[in-house]
């Protein structure tokens, strides 16, 4: 059963970068498509954008010029950055394997923007 | 993108069958049979219960079905059951290559 694990800081300021990487286990990262999810504290779920394990990405549009999604085949892992971040950004952050049908996500993780 | 347009509650009593609407357009939901949908229960991570509009992932029970008429796609469950209760979202593939979710649907078994 694959597994996806978000992981990185739960605080960013304003004006910084979000990072955060998802970590696959029980299985390959290789020719799938992987995909970033967000959720604000009570409201619905937004395509950030998703990545081939080749590097091919593809971004929302509401997003893209502040998005940036990487993968490493070595680790099994795959990143989000989203630059420039403001308050709009605090959200549960969720990764996912598929490109419209997501049948493996990982549990979440709150990244809240605070100065 | 806009969001895909679906009630935001919907309601029934145990073993009743509910259905919830997911309307888009042309650019999504009514050309692609890309068109899934989602279980959430508060604070969990949502749950694929039907992708390509009608099909089930093992081990989703046959009480979830789909179907899609022009720009609308629909949800059934049959048999209601409290464990059902929950946020239901639908989402379609695009033409720009995106994916495109809705507003969720929140499903009180009463």
């Known amino acids: 059963q694959v597994q996806l694990q978000e992981s990185g800081p739960g605080l960013v300021k304003p004006s910084e970068t979000l990072s955060l990487t998802c970590t696959v286990s029980?299985?390959?990262?290789?020719?799938?498509?992987w995909t970033w999810i967000r959720q604000p504290a009570g409201k619905g779920l937004e395509w950030i954008g998703r990545?081939?394990?080749?590097?091919?990405?593809n971004y929302n549009p509401s997003l893209k010029s502040r998005v940036t999604m990487s993968v490493d085949t070595s680790k099994n892992q795959f990143s989000l950055r989203v630059r420039s971040v403001t308050a709009a950004d605090t959200a549960v952050y969720y990764c996912?394997?598929?490109?419209?049908?997501?049948?493996?996500w990982g549990q979440g993780t709150l990244v809240t923007v605070s100065s | 993108q806009s969001a895909l347009t679906q009630p935001a509650s919907v309601s029934g009593s145990p073993g009743q069958s509910i259905t919830i609407s997911c309307t888009g357009t042309?650019?999504?939901?009514?050309?692609?049979?890309?068109v899934s949908w989602y279980q959430q229960h508060p604070g969990k991570a949502p749950k694929l219960m039907i992708y390509?509009?009608?099909n089930r992932p093992s081990g989703v029970s046959n009480r979830f079905s789909g179907s899609k008429s022009g720009n609308t796609a629909s949800l059934t469950i049959s048999g209601l059951q409290a464990d059902d209760e929950a946020d239901y979202y639908c989402?379609?593939?695009?033409?720009?290559?995106?994916?495109?979710f809705g507003g969720g649907t929140k499903l009180t078994v009463l």
């Open positions: 390509e509009v009608t």
């Open positions: 996912a394997r598929g490109v419209s049908s997501l049948g493996y």
């Open positions: 989402s379609s593939y695009t033409s720009s290559d995106t994916v495109v």
């Open positions: 029980s299985g390959s990262i290789t020719s799938y498509y």
């Open positions: 990545i081939y394990s080749s590097g091919s990405s």
């Open positions: 042309s650019s999504d939901v009514g050309n692609y049979k890309y």
